[in-house]
């Protein structure tokens, strides 16, 4: 098999945050940021974030430019960061910094957990384990009382191709980081409650000693191709039977990148991968994933569903996905996805906006 650099720009891949390593180690570190006049605060509420649109947001005191001081690129939402209030809190994390506040101290960035902030009624989140599943839920619409729109609340699988890059990584890292501390309250050595350090970045464990850090576990995802140029989708049992996607699954111990492609395309597919093109990765925190994107060079057009993870898979041209996707029969990942990056890719355009996968899950 054979391998190529990756090529692709993909939508949470544009790194602007400088993460501070070695100030955020030191123990009073999140303590001096939070008295900071330009630190600002980004709120998490069970995975979502407040966000507003762009129009209304342009005055807030938030950056939307990258380090470099060009926009990165159009955005359509911001998130809504607000300076600290109160106490510092125990489960705050410390993201980063991305330059200087408007009274030139420096623009730190906090994430600390909000629950029970975003009330609009609907059920929790996914906590499928699946690598890339696509789940996302529909934003909360309010208004303000002068009939502007105010906070919505929406997770990344929406909101984060629709935030500039700066932003957009900063939900990434706030969501994974969020995440992690949820599930890991316990030291995995001796079972004993653990405590927040570093800033936010590492737990101890004050029974054994034994440091602990966020986790992240590798996954590939795989765009098929025939000889044919034709693409291979499928659609995945706890899904709608309209939602098709490309294929992915987390490595195994002691198996490569490539050798975990080949495998998840044969066991879900049914189909014999013979090359194998890496394109990018891309950080997807549902619940830790770091996604690695390829492009896979099927033999031939063999292919059947598994009908366990998959029940259905089918090769499109490019003319018949167009049509599929714009005419709602057939709903794609979201433009935050690596998936729908590696869609694209291969279609060599964009396609339709068509949200019916956020309706279809089930």
Known sequence: MQSAPGVLDLPLSRPRIDRRDQDRQRPDWLAQVWQS???????????????????????????????????SRPARLRLDLRAPHGMLPADAVYLGADGTAADGSPRHLVAVPAPGEAHDGEPAPSRTGHADSGVMRRETDATEADGRPSVRWADLRRAGAQLDALEAELLTQATAVLNWHATSPFCPRCGSATEIRSSGWMRRCPACGAEHFPRTDP?????????????????????????????????????????????????????????????????????????????????????????????DVRWFTRTELHEQVAGGHVGIPPRSSISRALIEHWYGDTLPDVDIWSRGVR
Do not use: C, K, N
């Open 219 to 311: 996954a590939v995802i795989t765009a098929v191709v025939a000889p044919d140029d034709t693409l291979l989708l499928g659609s995945a049992t706890r899904w709608d039977a309209r939602m098709y996607s490309t294929f992915a699954g987390f490595v195994e111990a002691g198996e490569s990148l490539e050798d975990a492609v080949v495998r998840e395309v044969a066991e879900e597919a049914g189909a014999t991968v013979e090359r194998v093109e890496y394109i990018g990765s891309q950080a997807w925190p549902f619940p830790r994933s770091l996604m690695l994107g390829y492009l896979a060079h099927a033999r031939d057009t063999q292919a059947r569903a598994d009908q366990d993870e998959i029940r």
């Open 37 to 71: 006049p330009g630190t600002r605060v980004l709120r998490l509420d069970d995975g979502r974030a407040p966000v507003r649109d762009e129009a209304v947001a342009s005055d807030a005191p938030v950056a939307t430019l990258g380090r470099d001081g060009a926009p």
